[in-house]
DNA sequence: CGTGAGTTTGATACCCCTCAATAAAGGTGG
DNA sequence: CCACCTTTATTGAGGGGTATCAAACTCACG
């Protein structure tokens, strides 16, 4: 939008070493975004196409321009579990082994530069300052990992749901979209499959969460935080405080 | 051991583009492990001691030669989330905004390279070979940040505890301490801070396990596999298959 | 051999999963 | 634009598994 034309691939973390107050930092030089841009082509996926699937030869790298994409891998047992959703700037679909460790597939509708692998290996191994940046994007994404594991130990439904909305606000800021206002682009048996409940107990903590005054709901895709504060103190708290918001204190 | 003595740095993972079956390769070159010397120090870290806290400037990074080291974050309540359990030529303390993301404890006496950030940032910057090397570890530590975000998925503490050991086999069979008997480093409350359950589950589960024969005992700390295929189907199936080995079959 | 941390065992309560049904939303064609 | 249908979301009731609290026990270490 703001950002006018294309500049070619665009990738945005929080730097390694730097003290950028929680805004993603553009880690690709002008220069390095127009070499990219001669390797990539642009790819348009529709709402709900797979983009791959898991343990196919991994031709491709890519990296989102606009739209939303969730990681996954369909367990033993058939069910569904999301590795992570990814955004504008992030980047997906690197191999193990020479094939996709999961399966990804387009949440909205989708546009993003697709680089094939062996061309961005060739240009990795020359370009020391382009790895670097490549590295401090890894180094983001293992956060987030590490994050969702975090998120997958809390054994509280309303704690896991307080740590996803706070995840896709940041999401959303850190992109500055800069409403108060969170946009779900995923369904709600998405959002189970990545908090690790099930799809009923997402909506009825939705929905308690609203029923105590701590979020609002625009639609069903969309929620305001009326109280970080107390979102917040849902992640700490092993049982929840007062339903009631106008109470002034608890018996204990 | 029969590596014979030590050249300097060593990182091991299962490269991007190859088909190495299930083994670890060392990913760096002689050369490369003796320039990483020349800014390597060695540290000796005793068994339960911090190596550094959470938030804490980066100024090292560290690469196990020997020993086990877990990284955490200290919870809203106080409780501990284990990220993850490091062994040989594992690399730790890679840095986020200039901190460390995470706290890092010794879990056996240690023996680890430790380099200091700075200086291992100009030999990155300078050699894209051994940077594409650091991406290839980097890849591999995340797609075990998402193996451990699907057993945290698992509701089931047998499955659980079915995943964790097959992690502590592979980390033991990849370097190649190859008896079927399982060395357990760390505490029964340590393997409850990583698969998200309680010390007396974690209890529970390996007894369980043991009551079926699935695993045995040595000591405390050893557990043999005895049956690995049903402990692989304890992690797809809700609930579990019979308790008594050598029946025919259930009812339904 | 004593001491304390680490581990195991036991009983109860609570939270979420499961199954099932209703309600709302989104999309399609008449 | 509305009727229809499919998908998605919500609500309800019951059962099971694990956390929690508490106590007995084992082991490593001095």
């Known amino acids: 939008m703001s950002e006018g034309k294309l500049r070619g691939p665009s990738i945005k973390a929080t730097p390694l070493w730097s003290s950028a107050k929680r805004e993603l930092a553009q880690l690709l030089t002008d220069d390095e975004r127009a070499q990219l841009t001669v390797i990539a082509s642009i790819a348009r996926i529709k709402k709900g196409a797979q983009i791959y699937p898991e343990g196919h030869d991994a031709i491709a790298v890519f990296n989102i321009i606009s739209g939303v994409v969730k990681t996954y891998n369909v367990l033993e047992d058939k069910s569904e579990h999301i590795n992570t959703f990814l955004f504008a700037d992030d980047l997906f679909g690197l191999a193990d082994e020479g094939k996709y460790s999961n399966s990804a597939r387009a949440v909205t509708d989708v546009v993003a530069y697709r680089m094939p692998t062996a061309a961005l ?56 979209l800069a409403t108060h206002t969170i946009e779900i682009p995923m369904s709600r048996s998405d959002i189970a499959d990545y908090v690790g409940m099930s799809a009923e107990a997402v909506s009825r903590g939705l929905r308690t969460l609203a029923s105590r005054g701590i979020i609002e709901f625009a639609h069903h895709r969309a929620v305001k935080i009326l109280d970080p504060g107390r979102l917040e103190g849902l992640v700490s708290h092993p049982t929840a405080p007062p339903p009631h918001p106008h109470r002034h204190a608890t018996a204990r």
Chains 1, 2 share one sequence.
């Open 121 to 176: 290996e060739q240009k990795l191994r020359r370009d020391a300052t382009l790895e670097f940046h490549v590295i401090t994007k890894l180094c983001h994404e293992l956060r987030e990992a590490q994050r969702h594991a975090i998120l997958l130990d809390h054994h509280n439904a309303l704690a896991r749901m307080a740590l996803f909305l706070q995840l896709l606000e940041q999401h959303q800021r850190a992109r500055e």
